[in-house]
């Protein structure tokens, strides 16, 4: 398993976006994201941060059914 990249809130928005996600609503310094991936739909929510924590970024993956991989990949 390959590690996480550091990564910011804009960057992972970016990232995502590339994917076919679009925004769907921001609240405060949060943004949600909806998508389709592997034939589910999914939604997303990215704290819009200079700097994600190791376990927000998992989290992040988890819920848009991305594996570290594909994530380092796209960038």
Same mark, same amino acid.
């Given at each position: 398993? %390959? /590690? $996480?990249? +550091?990564?910011?809130? %804009?960057? +992972?928005?970016?990232? !995502?976006? =590339? !994917?076919?996600? &679009?925004? %769907? *609503?921001? /609240?405060?310094? =949060? @943004?949600? $994201? #909806?998508? &389709?991936?592997?034939? /589910? /739909? #999914?939604? @997303? ?7 994600? %924590?190791?376990?927000? $970024?998992?989290?992040? !993956? #988890?819920? *848009?059914?991305?594996? &570290?991989?594909? $994530?380092?990949?796209?960038?």
């Amino acid at each position: 398993m %390959a /590690k $996480l990249p +550091v990564l910011s809130g %804009a960057q +992972v928005i970016q990232l !995502l976006s =590339h !994917l076919g996600f &679009i925004k %769907a *609503a921001q /609240k405060g310094s =949060h @943004v949600k $994201l #909806r998508g &389709i991936r592997n034939g /589910k /739909k #999914r939604i @997303v929510i990215v704290p819009f941060h200079k700097e994600l %924590a190791p376990g927000t $970024l998992t989290s992040i !993956l #988890r819920q *848009a059914d991305l594996s &570290i991989e594909e $994530l380092i990949n796209k960038k």
